[in-house]
């Protein structure tokens, strides 16, 4: 059966995320919180987003359930800690692919093709230069990066050969970033939902074979993500050249490979709006080497605990990813025809929207939050089990402030004003989430001043809400004044024809 009769196919079978979200957007419209037209559009950019995030975080989650089950809690601790490092890969791409969005989403509503063309091309070079060399320190240096965050020989062994090879996966995973976002931007979510979520199920197929069947442990699990990525890459660039899938309709574009690449005035473009996306996503990353070091206080047993909620909370935070990027895309488009007031209109209720469907999810998963954590490990007596139900509760309860950070963000990256997330998320978790947790784990004496005693696991419960809380305030704050709109107008593109 071809694509697009498959698309057709499941078009007339009831999709449960898509009826969810839109159920969910129909019951906000109907209290005046949302307009019925804008709450299809948004459902139909997010979930395919959803979807995708889906499936790749419960890939994610899947992998260290079978590293779990296969070697035990010391190769749970060893990805855990390799996962900072490979967050490098989303640091830099997903900085880049937020100047792609921005520039494509603008110029495909604007409908100059040519300067959409200049800006994938250009996102492909700048992303590839920038990821290569994290690639080769990952494949060099795998034992002395782990070390940073512990001394845990188990966990180092483990870690360093998960990084080692998974950091060749790295240009690949930025690469599909661009490539998502494209496709977004023009309105196409999708094609990169097909693409990405069916790499994710690819590679927990692979991964099972290599992990179990191969008894490669954790290098299987990183061998397989590099091959997963690798394929949705190539098959990105593929669709993008010729302007379609094999069995799909044509794209609105083809993106012209012989092209110029280094394009000086676009490329500044891109930094001007990513790099502070990218220092945004820096700051969760880089902010994750001391977490993890203070988890690391409480044992093993804590880290273990740790990493399973984290992966439990990547899937709570599933709906973000695509309320973020219909926010992007539909705030981009309405910007690059000048509408202002509508672009205004579609960032604020979907920022509603967003909080509505974070409701629904996160009190689904705090109900079921036992059995969820059973899913990471063959033995329900080990000691990480109630710490982790615990983390997994309070993650729920602070996930729900990520759908106004994230969607109020959505309008401020589609105008290009980036800076602000990157402050509020370098405030919550530098400035106040990380020192939560240092104080539940160590507590702080200043000799004739002040003592804080250590408050244990609580501070890690504070942590997580404080991370999100910070952002949605100040997220939304910068929203409400408007500011980006005036920003959006130095990125516009003159409309085609003028």
């Not at 300067?115 to 230069?129: D, I, K, N, P, T």
């Not at 093993?300 to 909620?309: L, P």
């Not at 000691?383 to 983390?391: F, K, R, S």
């Not at 996930?399 to 959505?410: I, T």
Request: charged letters at 15%; proline letters at 6%.
């Amino acid at each position: 059966m071809s694509p697009i009769r498959l698309r057709r196919l499941l078009g007339r079978i009831p999709n449960p995320i898509r009826l969810v979200i839109l159920w969910i957007g129909i019951g906000l419209s109907r209290l005046g919180l949302i307009e019925r037209e804008r709450a299809r559009r948004t459902t139909d950019l997010a979930w395919p987003r959803v979807v995708t995030g889906l499936a790749r975080m419960s890939k994610s989650a899947v992998d260290v359930a079978m590293v779990g089950i296969a070697v035990g809690p010391a190769a749970i601790a060893g990805v855990g800690f390799a996962t900072p490092f490979w967050g490098l890969a989303f640091t830099v791409g997903g900085g880049l692919a937020a100047g792609t969005i921005a520039l494509v989403s603008q110029r495909y509503g604007a409908e100059t093709f040519p300067e959409l063309g200049q800006a994938v091309r250009s996102s492909a070079f700048v992303v590839v230069v920038a990821t290569i060399p994290i690639a080769a320190a990952f494949w060099l240096y795998p034992a002395a990066l782990i070390s940073i965050i512990t001394d845990d020989p188990e966990a180092i062994a483990q870690g360093a050969i998960y990084l080692q090879l998974v950091g060749l996966g790295v240009p690949f995973a930025a690469l599909n970033l661009i490539g998502s976002r494209v496709f977004v931007g023009m309105d196409d979510a999708w094609t990169p939902m097909v693409l990405r979520a069916g790499g994710a199920v690819a590679n927990v197929a692979l991964n099972a074979v290599l992990i179990f069947g191969l008894e490669l442990g954790v290098a299987g699990a990183a061998l397989g993500t590099v091959l997963a990525n690798a394929v949705v890459a190539a098959t990105f660039a593929v669709g993008l050249v010729a302007g379609r899938l094999p069995g799909t309709e044509p794209f609105p574009t083809r993106i012209d490979p012989v092209g110029t690449y280094a394009d000086g005035d676009t490329i500044r473009d891109l930094v001007a709006i990513g790099l502070p996306v990218m220092g945004r996503n820096l700051v969760w990353t880089v902010a994750e080497f001391p977490m993890l070091a203070i988890v690391d206080v409480f044992g093993q047993d804590t880290v273990a605990a740790y990493v399973i909620a984290r992966r439990i909370w990547g899937i709570m935070n599933t709906p973000g990813w695509g309320f973020g990027l219909a926010s992007s895309s539909l705030v981009g488009q309405e910007l690059g025809t000048g509408d202002e007031g509508t672009a205004e209109q579609y960032g604020r209720e979907i920022v509603r929207f967003a909080v509505a469907v974070y409701l629904v999810s996160a009190g689904i998963v705090f109900v079921l939050a036992e059995p969820i954590t059973l899913a990471f490990t063959d033995d329900p007596t080990e000691l990480a089990v109630p710490t982790a139900v615990a983390l997994v509760q309070a993650a729920c309860v602070a996930v729900v402030l990520q759908g106004v950070s994230g969607a109020a963000a959505g309008p401020l990256n589609a105008s290009g004003d980036t800076r602000w997330p990157f402050y509020s998320q370098a405030l919550g978790m530098l400035g106040v989430a990380i020192p939560i947790a240092y104080l539940g784990a160590v507590g702080l004496t200043i000799p004739g001043v002040v003592t804080v005693p250590a408050f244990g696991v609580w501070g890690l419960y504070l942590a997580f809400l404080a991370e999100t809380a910070v952002p949605a305030a100040i997220n939304y704050h910068r929203f409400t004044t408007g500011k980006w709109k005036a920003i959006s107008r130095t990125y516009r593109p003159e409309p085609a024809g003028d």
